[in-house]
């Protein structure tokens, strides 16, 4: 048996665990979660260690290369054979920047969002405070995500309901596959309301590999549009996937409130221990049916829930 050792950021351990979902196992002590595949037992850590201990735990491993949790500034190595990277200059212009939230959440809808901004705009949203909606608390969110909207920016947001996910994912489709039509539809939307012609690029904060995402969407008869590139992190770099990432979480977190609301018992986000006891006192009070409209069915947390149902 051998191992890996990784350090991996927070949100990339989230995203971690939502992948793994249907390989996790009883999380250990200080642990955000332990997933056990064929090749490996992955143990991620609240300090953002993560282990991978097996017959083939670089298989594993690999799939997380971004083992950082430094920013580092952006290198034009970067685009060397890679050429969906975006050119430096592409931050400083007329861009449009996509990002989703709530993927990682058992409860709630995936939303995604995409906001188009000038070169002229950029310093004025910084002013706002408009950055990483991941370093942003929820309640910042919520007042700035309107902030952002009364701009009047071109902009667009989508929910994918939790039934239609639910079909989706019967269907056979990833999350990723989810993913990459939401955020291709976010860009034809704003497509409709700009003149395209002003337009130096697109940027999609990378959630999967861009060979992927052109498969994922070419299945559905579509293709990446021209200048479309994109990169990890792209909210610590792009003001537009900044706003995005504000706009899209913004939306989740009214989703979840309209959910919890409608049920009438607060839904709590992420893929916790609490989810897993407000998944048995939704099936205890409601019934299971219920989930089906406010859940991704599909994560462990489902099973899990049973050992809180008496
Ligand atoms: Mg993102």
Redesign the pocket.
Known sequence: MSQVVAAISKDKIIEMKSFYSTYLTNTPQGAIFRAKTPNAVITAYHSGKVLFQGSNPEAEAGKWPESSNKKSSYKKTQRLNNSYAPPESLFGSNHIGT??AGTGDYFGPITVAGVFIKKEQIHSLKTMGVKDSKNLTDSVIRKLAPEIVKLNLPYSSLVLPNEKYNRLQEKGWTQGKMKAMLHHHVIKNIFGNIDTTQLDGILI?Q?CEPHVFQRHISSEKESILEKTYFMTKAESYSIAVAAA?IIARSRFLSEMDLLSDKLGIVLPKGASKKVDQTIAKVILEKGESTLDGCAKTHFANTRKAQAYIK
Request: hydrophobic share 20%; net charge negative; aromatic share 20%.
């Open positions: 990002d989703e904060d959630f990432s």
